[in-house]
């Protein structure tokens, strides 16, 4: 993950812990907007990733505006001074209906990431994981190098995204906290058994087992006087490439001289299939009518059947089932965690997000906010810049606050990945 490619990027990867009991909005004091378990998220610290959150939109392409909710009344008279000139310019009420979209956008962003970064880093200090300050600035030098090959663009960056070196620090160790806590799910599964590779290798055969495959040589016609001309020429001692670029009608085979190779029971026309493993190999057949015309072939080569011998098979089915094993256990993992961290997670009414507590029930799960499972790549919010590579100066991805959030809170800046 590269924290220089979404600053504006405001969550985290969900992971599990499990946490007791919930709690609901009337636990939020006045000047915060979130409680998760005793730490407080601050309105200061709201307003701080909120406004990097609207200034890294404005870098991606969108408004440069950051909406001054509850009136946006700044908002709307920017919007005005925006207008091309002799266009008709909509009514306050439009422009006020899409300041207020336009923040409600940005506020379940930043939400989302306040929060998410705190179920990580809670997280990641329950299971004793952590990242060295040399191994972050490593990934930190990397980052930058990559996404801005001269300092010049860097500082242009910091500069207009309101983002300082720290923010963007605490995102890439966010990524890698991330990251350690995914490895550590992952590298704790039960060793896998002898019993457990037979098992799937008895269940599982027919991907060990080769079957019969026949090379040919083909022409297909249209019509069965076509492929009874080709067949007398074929018969006269003609090539089956000089007779196929002649006559045949399958412009695959045509284009390697007649060939086909690899035909496998079961793949073809019935009528074709049977006719082929019937027939001996260097013996000239056809016509042979099938839905798609008639054709005239020999079989140049047969591969017999050949079973993978369990002994032969047993690593790569223990690298099957390690993945597989790994890759369930993540998942457990994602849903245990969101849903435990979920319960102690409170929010001020005006700022609830489907991560509170206290939200309404959802018809469908949103999923886990940017960033995804720990260790996957989180999305950019809206606004922020792609995830490909970005163009020199783009905001890095997982650059976060500006400033550490007091006693484990947020980081007040740009939001981090979530788990």
């Known amino acids: 993950m590269n924290a220089f490619r979404a600053l504006a990027g405001v969550s985290v990867a969900g992971l599990c812990a499990?946490?007791?009991?919930?709690?609901?909005?009337?636990?939020?004091?006045?000047?915060?907007?979130?409680?998760?378990?005793?730490?407080?998220?601050t309105q200061e610290q709201f307003d701080r990733w909120y406004e990097n959150a609207a200034k890294s939109q404005a870098q991606a392409g969108g408004p440069a505006i950051v909406p001054d909710a509850p009136t946006f009344t700044k908002c709307v008279a920017q919007l005005k001074s925006q207008a091309p000139k002799g266009a008709d310019v909509p009514k306050d009420s439009a422009l006020e209906k899409q300041c207020e979209d336009n923040y409600d956008q940005l506020k379940q962003q930043v939400m989302q990431f306040l929060i998410q970064s705190q179920w990580v880093q809670q997280e990641a200090e329950e299971q004793g994981v952590a990242v060295k300050?040399?191994?972050?600035r490593r990934l930190?030098?990397?980052?930058?190098?990559?996404?801005?090959?001269?300092?010049?663009a860097y500082k242009q960056f910091l500069a207009s995204s309101g983002a300082t070196e720290e923010d963007i620090i605490f995102r890439v160790k966010l990524d890698a906290l991330q990251g350690k806590l995914a490895e550590k799910v992952q590298k704790d599964q039960a060793e896998i058994t002898d019993e457990d590779l037979?098992?799937?290798?008895?269940?599982?055969?027919?991907?060990?087992?080769q079957p019969e495959q026949r090379d040919l040589n083909i022409v297909l016609t249209k019509t069965k006087a076509k492929a009874d001309q080709a067949k007398r020429e074929l018969e006269d001692g003609a090539s089956f490439k000089a007779v196929s670029e002649r006559y045949s009608t399958d412009q695959a085979s045509k284009a390697q001289g007649g060939k086909l190779p690899g035909v496998t029971r079961g793949r073809q026309d019935?009528?074709?299939d049977d006719a082929v493993f019937d027939a001996k190999t260097d013996e000239l057949v056809g016509p042979v009518k099938t839905q798609f015309g008639w054709y005239v072939f020999e079989v140049t080569n047969v591969t017999a059947a050949n079973e993978q011998s369990f002994d032969d098979a047993k690593e790569t089915i223990r690298g099957?089932?390690?993945q597989e094993n790994e890759s369930k256990a993540l998942q457990d993992f994602i849903e245990d965690f969101r849903e435990s961290y979920k319960d102690i997670t409170a929010c001020r009414s005006e700022f609830v997000v489907p991560e509170c507590a206290n939200?309404?029930?959802?018809?469908?799960?949103?999923g886990p906010a940017s960033g995804g499972a720990p260790g996957a790549q989180q999305a950019p919010p809206q606004g922020a810049a792609p995830q490909g590579a970005p163009p020199q100066g783009a905001a890095p991805q997982g650059a976060a606050p500006q400033g550490a959030a007091p006693q484990g809170a947020a980081p007040q800046s740009t939001?981090?990945?979530?788990?």
């Open 359 to 366: 939200a309404p029930e959802a018809e469908t799960e949103t």
């Open 133 to 136: 300050d040399a191994e972050v």
């Open 18 to 41: 499990l946490v007791a009991a919930g709690c609901g909005g009337d636990d939020v004091p006045s000047d915060a907007v979130a409680k998760v378990g005793n730490t407080v998220i």
């Open 270 to 272: 019935k009528a074709f």
């Open 140 to 152: 930190f030098d990397d980052q930058k190098k990559q996404a801005f090959p001269k300092e010049a």
């Open 415 to 419: 939001p981090p990945p979530a788990p």
């Open 320 to 322: 099957v089932l390690k």
């Open 198 to 209: 037979e098992e799937y290798y008895d269940k599982n055969k027919e991907r060990f087992t």
